[in-house]
C-alpha cells in the first residue's frame, strides 16, 4: 500500500483478533501478532520509512506487558506518530459460545468461569475501549462477514475522510455494542402489519417506499441528516474517521432498513463538500 498508516488491534479474546488480522495481511497490511506494547513506538519509529501499512496485535496473552499499552499509545502522541485504535467487541453470551464450541479457557479464566474471566478482561479493557477510534461489534458477524467489514473500513487505507456505516438493527436483538449514534424510528406505522408486506423487508421497494412516505418521515431523514452533517467538522478535529449509526424498529426488517439505506443515500450525496463515505448494512434482516 502507497499510505503509511499504523493500527492498533486490540479488543476482547474470542472477538475476531486473528480474522481481522488476517483480512488485514489480505489487504496488504504488515500484521505484527502480540506484540509487547512497550515496543509499539519503536516499531513504528523503524517503520515510518516504508510505504506499508503496519497492523500491531495487542491482546491480554501479553500479561503485564498489556498493562502498558496505554503508555505506548501515549508515547505515540507525544511522539506525533499518528495512528488509529481498532476495538473488538461482541457480547458475553457471543464471547461464551465460542469459548464452550473451541474447548478452550478464556486467559483470563484461571479456575473459574468463563464469564468471570471475560469480566475481568472487560474491566481492565475499559478505558482502552473508550479511546478508541473504530469499535466493531463482531457479536452476530461470521468469519466471512467480519473479513467484508474489514475492507470496507480498510482497504484503501485510512483515508483522510470520514466513513459511515449506517447499521439497521431491531431493538428485539438489542443495542448494536459498537454504536455512536443510535436513532429510534419506532414512531413509524409499522410496515409488519399490512399482510402483503409482512414478507418483505426494507430493501424491497414496496416497504421502502411506504415507509418513507409515511407523514413527516420525509422531514424526520432530511433533519437528521442534516445534524449529522454538522457534527462532521467536531469528529474531524478529535481524529475520528469512521462512524456507525444505529437506526433500530422493533424487528430490524422494515422501517429502520429503509431509513437506513435514505440516510446513507443522502449522506453520500453530501459527501463532496465534507469528504463522507457511507454504506448501510443491516444486521438483523433475515433474523426471524
Request: include cysteine; charged fraction near 25%.
Amino acid at each position: 500500500m502507497s499510505t503509511k498508516e499504523l493500527l492498533v488491534l486490540t479488543g476482547m479474546s474470542g472477538a475476531g483478533r486473528s480474522t481481522v488480522a488476517h483480512a488485514l495481511e489480505d489487504l496488504g497490511w504488515y500484521v505484527v501478532d502480540n506484540l509487547p506494547p512497550a515496543l509499539v513506538p519503536q516499531l513504528a519509529e523503524q517503520a515510518h520509512d516504508t510505504h506499508a501499512s503496519l497492523a500491531v496485535v495487542v491482546d491480554v496473552r501479553g500479561g503485564k506487558f498489556f498493562d502498558e499499552l496505554s503508555s505506548a499509545l501515549d508515547t505515540l502522541k507525544k511522539s506525533s506518530i499518528p495512528y488509529r485504535l481498532l476495538f473488538l467487541d461482541a457480547t458475553d453470551q457471543a464471547l461464551v459460545q465460542r469459548f464452550e464450541s473451541t474447548r478452550r479457557p478464556h486467559p483470563l479464566q484461571g479456575k473459574d468461569r468463563i464469564v468471570d474471566g471475560i469480566a475481568r478482561e472487560r474491566a481492565k479493557l475499559e478505558e482502552i475501549r473508550a479511546g478508541a477510534d473504530v469499535v466493531i461489534d463482531t457479536s452476530n458477524l461470521n468469519v466471512h462477514q467480519l473479513e467484508k467489514r474489514t475492507s470496507e473500513i480498510f482497504a484503501a487505507g485510512m483515508l483522510p475522510s470520514i466513513r459511515i456505516n449506517v447499521l439497521s438493527f431491531g431493538y428485539k436483538y438489542g443495542i448494536p455494542v459498537d454504536a455512536d449514534l443510535v436513532l429510534d424510528c419506532r414512531f413509524i406505522p409499522n410496515p409488519h402489519w399490512i399482510p402483503e408486506l409482512r414478507p418483505m423487508n426494507g430493501l424491497d421497494a414496496p416497504v421502502s417506499e411506504k415507509v418513507l412516505s409515511s407523514e413527516g418521515v420525509a422531514e424526520f431523514v432530511s433533519s437528521y441528516v442534516s445534524v449529522v452533517r454538522q457534527m462532521i467538522p467536531g469528529y474531524f478535529r478529535e481524529g475520528k474517521k469512521y462512524v456507525t449509526i444505529a437506526i433500530g424498529c422493533t424487528g430490524g426488517k422494515h422501517r429502520s432498513v429503509a431509513i437506513a439505506e435514505e440516510i446513507a443515500k443522502q449522506l453520500i450525496t453530501v459527501s463532496s463538500d465534507l469528504e463522507i463515505s457511507a454504506h448501510a448494512t443491516h444486521r438483523d434482516v433475515g433474523r426471524e
